[in-house]
């Protein structure tokens, strides 16, 4: 459970060594397979548990920690005793099923043992007394089951609304008084969204979350404009914090089809980075505005978005974000045809990417890996009508990706199946394109499926194979559900 007393975990933190987070992330889930244990733990969850958020793993982390470091106790690494953390958590964590929430006129009958956050937030996101995979189911039905419970999951992690607000009416939330002051609490309330949010699009896409994602991000503004900080760090971290969360909502509207409110929010971002004066949040502005262009078109915005980044960047000493930014570049000069510009960006990239990760690298950037190195050179090939090379790198992008994230896994192996398709590789192109349709029930994203149709375009003049066939066949069956599905909501 977090605490506004965490204190940083250096233990913990020494033991990852020179590792990124998210490498220190993938030791963690190999070991808990060696051990028979189920753990979906990810780069967020390190660096809660190094920032002092987590003081006692659950159960299952703890196997897995003790078979990583054999001859060491929790308390070596840096963890509280359970003892000393179960009260407090069987008094605050939410019960397995939850119960309605009262309604906002209504107080409740005990006080809570902190006061509410403007976001009703709890900062949990994996807890000490329960496992990521639990949450993950919860969060999972809660998404399947629809917008208004998808803004619970977010803005109220564990709990149900007490009832679903009526299709494009927003979420009633928990009525406070607005802060005269902003402190902690209300900076890791805003922090919290934002990891939130992350999560549940890593693992389930951007359909279904835009609208309600919207409505911590204005209460994000409503802070910063009327807001007084207690400290200068908290009007940083603020600032910083609302900007992220712009980007965060600016991402779930391109994954959702939603281009001009993409760029209205990236553009809020870049002007919050730019008052702030806050060189990670304008490389992570320009870096979503480059990748927006690309997908609409505008390629050599994209490019110019791409070296505005970069010049941001330079600031941070992170190869990784310098790679990524590079790649984006790369893109933008393949769609406009260039070749030699594409290739020396590619190359470029990679010996950025060679240089590894390092404590400089920003959280967000926990997604950028070996796999998303591979797809976004899989599209520069694509771009270029190089489709045998695309596939390859689409097919090394959906060999190395933890399955854990579906959206990612779905979105390679769309561009697989398209690079596939292109290269006449029809069977092979059908087997990625079912791939996909495995993965739509957990993953909500208007991009992926506009691929993957894409991909049965091409594949249509060949349905007389018999696996392009099938293919197709299920593919308009589950087009023809979604269909269904939004005319009834």
């Not at 106790?73 to 958590?89: I, K, M, P, Y």
């Amino acid at each position: 459970m977090a605490s506004s007393r965490a204190v940083t975990n250096l233990a913990f933190r020494g033991l990852r060594g020179h590792h990124s987070p998210g490498e220190f992330a993938a030791s963690v889930r190999r070991a808990a397979r060696e051990i028979g244990e189920q753990v979906a733990c990810d780069a967020r969850y390190i660096g809660r548990v190094e920032a002092g958020e987590i003081r006692c793993p659950n159960y299952a982390y703890e196997r897995v920690f003790l078979h990583m470091f054999p001859g060491l106790t929790l308390s070596d690494l840096g963890f509280a005793a359970r003892e000393a953390v179960r009260g407090r958590a069987a008094r605050t964590t939410a019960p397995t099923v939850p119960k309605p929430a009262p309604p906002a006129s209504t107080a409740p009958a005990t006080p809570p043992a902190t006061p509410p956050t403007p976001f009703a937030t709890p900062i949990t996101h994996h807890g000490d007394t329960g496992g990521i995979s639990e949450e993950s189911d919860v969060l999972r039905r809660a998404f399947m089951a629809g917008g208004a419970l998808v803004a619970a999951a977010i803005l109220r992690p564990g709990a149900a609304p007490a009832a679903a607000a009526p299709a494009g009416q927003a979420l009633p939330l928990t009525a406070v008084p607005r802060p005269r002051r902003v402190g902690e609490t209300e900076v890791r309330a805003v922090e919290a969204a934002v990891r939130r949010i992350r999560l549940l699009d890593d693992r389930h896409g951007a359909d279904g979350l835009f609208q309600q994602a919207a409505q911590p991000l204005r209460k994000a503004y409503a802070l910063l404009d009327t807001g007084r900080a207690a400290r200068r760090t908290i009007a940083e971290r603020l600032r910083s914090g609302a900007g992220e969360l712009a980007i965060s909502v600016g991402w779930l509207a391109h994954d959702s089809g939603r281009p001009d409110e993409a760029r209205s929010h990236y553009a809020e971002a870049l002007a919050t980075a730019r008052v702030a004066d806050d060189p990670a949040l304008e490389a992570h502005a320009f870096s979503n505005m480059s990748f927006l262009a690309k997908d609409t078109g505008r390629y050599r915005e994209a490019v110019r978005a791409a070296e505005a980044g970069r010049r941001a960047a330079r600031q941070l000493s992170s190869a990784r974000l310098l790679s990524l930014l590079t790649l984006r570049e790369a893109c933008g000069w393949a769609q406009l045809g260039d070749r030699r510009n594409c290739e020396q960006a590619l190359k470029q990239a990679h010996a950025l990417f060679e240089r590894g990760p390092s404590d400089a690298d920003p959280e967000w950037m926990s997604f950028f890996g070996e796999p998303e190195l591979e797809i976004l050179e899989a599209q520069c090939h694509a771009a270029l009508g190089d489709w045998s090379r695309a596939a390859g790198h689409a097919y090394r992008a959906t060999v190395v990706q933890d399955p854990h994230f579906a959206r990612n896994l779905a979105l390679y192996r769309a561009e697989l199946a398209t690079g596939l398709a292109r290269a006449g590789s029809l069977d092979e192109a059908a087997s990625a394109g079912h791939g996909v349709l495995d993965l739509l029930d957990q993953v909500r994203s208007s991009r992926i499926q506009a691929k993957l149709a894409a991909a049965a375009r091409m594949l249509l003049p060949q349905r007389r194979v018999p696996e392009v066939g099938a293919f197709l066949e299920r593919h308009a069956l589950t087009e023809r559900h979604a269909l269904t599905v939004r005319h009834s909501l």
